[in-house]
């Protein structure tokens, strides 16, 4: 398949690809674009042929929901049911990093998994409001990356794992969280939080009153991220939770192996390290994540070990991927 490149960097001007974007998109094509959270792969949200054609992109298996990406509430009320109760704390936290999980109204039942719910978020990245925008059409798009590897959040990595598989890519202004965003449930009193991710439970709590992680299991997922493996390199990353058995440990081991670890840690260490930047804003460490996991996949390093985090505001979102993407020791 040929890719089409359109660069969106360090242009101010988006409008002479509009029609560009509306074609590709109305003929059931894929485009990878970035958000504020990690790149997506997106199509016609209405299109099932084009919602198949994502879940083949990817290697995903069919039951795992989509997320359908919006610019307005006008459009989130073509594809959702919005419950009036929630819109006064809606609009306190869209456009941004946060997926509502609502009845569907018009969505592809293979973008929803057959699913009677569907995922809906207003992205605020200007490139990703455009793109979207642009289309006309809600716009179903998971993370852009192999089913199970870690999300992508440098146009780079979209170029390498993408070129040839999709109709275009858009590199643009790159993620500002670099994690996905958080997915809430509003069908109770409150607010139950499906995946964590860049608004943390003291964000969502401020906008409606009070919210709570959810704690069971789900044989058939609302939402990504909740039943299959995810965000994992390709080789083996070990988790190693306290940070002076960390250091300890990789400082007495032999192989073939690279530590990931923030900066501070680094320093530490008598060795190369691949960095998770500056700790004393675990925002940088969330921003640096996936970029270091996939730098590590793409070296020549066997295997990896990675220290925890506090599991606090921003750092339960860090742990739950880092969690989901590595073996503890």
């Not at 798009?141 to 990595?157: G, L, Y």
């Not at 390709?234 to 081991?253: A, H, Q, T």
Request: glycine residues 8%; charged residues 25%; aromatic residues 8%.
């Amino acid at each position: 398949m040929e890719t089409i490149l359109i660069d969106w960097r360090n242009r101010k001007e988006r409008d002479a690809d509009a029609e560009l974007i509306r074609s590709i998109v109305e003929r059931g094509g894929l485009i990878v674009f970035p958000t504020e959270t990690v790149f997506g792969i997106g199509g016609n949200a209405f299109s099932d042929e084009a919602c198949r054609r994502i879940f083949k992109a990817k290697g995903r298996p069919p039951d795992n929901p989509l997320i359908v990406h919006v610019s307005s509430y006008e459009m989130a009320g073509k594809v959702a049911e919005i419950p009036a109760r929630i819109i006064p704390a809606l609009k306190k936290m869209w456009p941004g990093p946060l997926t509502v999980i609502m009845r569907n109204r018009g969505a592809s039942t293979v973008a929803t998994a057959g699913l009677d719910t569907v995922a809906v978020r207003m992205p605020a990245g200007p490139d990703a409001a455009a793109m979207i925008e642009f289309a006309g059409v809600p716009v179903a798009a998971p993370s852009a990356n192999m089913a199970t590897r870690p999300s992508i959040t440098r146009n780079e990595d979209a170029v390498s794992q993408f070129m040839g598989r999709t109709d275009a890519i858009l590199l643009g202004e790159e993620p500002e969280y670099g994690i996905e965003s958080t997915v809430i449930d509003v069908s109770g009193d409150f607010p139950v939080i499906m995946r964590p991710g860049a608004y943390t439970i003291d964000d969502i709590s401020s906008a409606f009153g009070h919210a709570e992680y959810f704690s069971g299991y789900m044989e058939k997922p609302s939402t990504p991220g909740m039943k299959y493996r995810h965000y994992s390199p390709s080789k083996p990353l070990y988790l190693i939770r306290d940070e002076e058995r960390f250091i300890n440990m990789v400082s007495s081991i032999t192989g073939n192996f690279v530590p990931i670890c923030s900066d501070r840690i680094g320093r530490s260490l008598e060795m190369d390290y691949i960095s998770l930047g500056n700790d004393s804003d675990m925002y940088n460490v969330a921003k640096r994540l996936f970029a270091a996991m996939n730098e590590f996949d793409n070296s020549s390093y066997s295997e990896a070990y990675i220290h925890g985090f506090p599991e606090n505001g921003i750092g339960y979102s860090i742990m739950n991927r880092i969690k989901k993407a590595s073996v503890e020791i």
